[in-house]
């Protein structure tokens, strides 16, 4: 069978300079449809216990329907359904009204029920049909380049909106340009984890995923529609059809791509302190009895970030350890409960951020595993009045030179002049907030700021030098590890 994917093709970063990067990947469409039941890869067993699911959870549905449901062209489905007709497991609800077997409308027999609900009891899955291992090995492998990398416009989209000096934007492109593992880190609030989130944000590309895949008799959903960002597709042949009579040929040009597929904008996961020792392997429902694909596998193809690295529920050795064989073989191993491994292509870059001290995070033979390490400084006071000003402009609270002035010398003084950028949206926040509840127009001023001030730290002056003194102290420990 013919692939329907473009080939790799080199780009330029936009600098001018000539300079071939590694190629990027570009999908033009699904794969194609399988041409035969045989093509799909799955026992003719297992497909006629999906089809009598879906007929189980539906009302009374025709073959079109079914063959949405499970991803399948309808003559595929077609065909299953007349076995299940034959074997007295489905029979057509009569109507006078039917021109065509595609306008039969089908339900269980009594024999079919029994034969669905014990299918529910070994797995009540009943979406798309699953792609085998195999063919989530060659259609990933086709369409995903592990030598990816961002271009630099998307970087720099990135981190513009940030208030940074150029020394660090440069060693963050360079870092977040090379596709390799990277750790963020530095003192609390000084944009971190915006950083990492924008930069997924502005990510370019697209990937295709399985909604799920079959491997040793069990089930595993892949698509996940809280993290995919799905691409609408375009028929492109329908629309060259006329809008009447043309439903068939519209329909039939639907069914020439494989369904099981979805095109997705190239997936950006983010996780935080949620982490613990199941997040990292595939997860058993012993309710619906399939599993869900683990978070890092969900991002195969992008970027997969772990949020306040240092404050999950299993240790950062842990999860270096876990990841580390992967990062340098390309591959990984998920373990199915049964004892079964399954050997997978790992394409994911993987990005750290931490307030932590990287030395007391993990050992170096773990550290060195990460080969670029970003420190991101505390705010100067020029540039915190910079932030500053864009969070009065983003609230739309009125403001003049000498109220930022004020309101930055004050901040400065009860933090023992240690800044960080996110107090001013914080504290911008919270002052306009109490305007407006006062039904007037939020204005910058030292009482204003102050009060603000009070609200977020919950912190009254007299407890103001310990408040500050122990964010020093963190600070200071920071500063002796990148000196």
Not at 4 to 16: K, L, N, V
Not at 328 to 352: C, K, M, S, Y
Not at 438 to 463: K, N
């Amino acid at each position: 069978m013919a692939e329907t994917f473009e080939g790799f093709i080199p780009q330029s970063d936009g600098s001018g300079d000539g300079t071939r990067q590694p190629p990027r990947q570009v999908t033009s469409r699904l794969p194609a449809a399988p041409q035969t039941l045989e093509e799909i890869g799955l026992s003719p067993n297992f497909l006629q216990e999906l089809a009598l699911k879906v007929v189980h959870y539906s009302e009374q549905p025709m073959a079109t329907h079914l063959a949405r449901t499970m991803g399948l062209p309808t003559v595929h489905v077609s065909e299953i359904l007349n076995t299940l007709r034959r074997d007295n497991l489905v029979e057509v609800v009569s109507s006078a009204d039917y021109s065509s077997e595609r306008d039969f409308r089908y339900r269980l027999t009594d024999k079919g029920e029994a034969r669905a609900e014990r299918a529910l009891d070994r797995c009540r899955y009943a979406g798309p049909a699953p792609v085998t291992l195999t063919q989530y090995e060659r259609i990933f492998s086709s369409t995903v380049s592990p030598d990816w990398r961002p271009s630099k416009a998307s970087v720099r989209n990135a981190i513009e909106s940030l208030v940074l000096d150029e020394a660090v934007i440069d060693r963050l492109t360079k870092a977040l340009r090379s596709g390799r593992a990277t750790m963020v880190f530095g003192s609390t609030g000084n944009g971190k984890s915006h950083i990492l989130s924008s930069f997924i944000d502005a990510m370019e590309g697209e990937v295709l995923v399985p909604y799920s895949i079959y491997a040793h008799g069990q089930i595993i959903r892949v698509f996940d529609p809280k993290i995919h960002d799905r691409i609408p597709e375009r028929d492109e042949e329908a629309e060259r059809q006329p809008a009447e009579p043309g439903l068939a040929r519209r329909q039939s040009s639907f069914e020439h791509h494989d369904r099981r597929w979805v095109r997705i904008k190239r997936p950006g996961v983010i996780v935080g302190g949620e982490i613990g020792p199941e997040s990292l392997e595939l997860g058993y429902d012993p309710v619906t009895r399939f599993y869900q694909a683990p978070a890092h596998f969900k991002a195969q193809g992008g970027v997969f970030v772990v949020d306040d690295f240092g404050r999950q529920k299993v240790t950062p050795a842990e999860i270096m350890n876990r990841w580390i064989m992967s990062l340098e073989r390309g591959r990984d191993q998920l373990l199915l409960r049964t004892g079964e491994a399954l050997d997978v292509p790992f394409h994911v870059t993987i990005l750290f951020s931490t307030n932590l001290n990287p030395g007391d995070l993990t050992d170096s033979a773990y550290l060195r595993r990460i080969p670029y390490k970003v420190y991101i400084p505390s705010v100067r006071r020029d540039q915190f009045t910079e932030i500053l000003r864009r969070a009065c402009h983003q609230y739309s609270v009125h403001y003049d030179a000498e109220n930022i002035e004020g309101a930055v010398s004050f901040i400065e003084r009860v933090l023992n002049g240690r800044l960080y950028g996110s107090l001013s949206r914080d504290l911008i926040g919270i002052l306009a907030e109490n305007f407006r509840q006062e039904g007037a127009e939020p204005v910058l001023s030292a009482e204003a700021i102050r009060l603000a001030y009070q609200q977020f730290t919950g912190v009254a002056d007299s407890l103001e030098r310990g408040f500050r003194s122990a964010w020093a102290e963190e600070d200071a420990e920071m500063d002796a590890f990148v000196a």
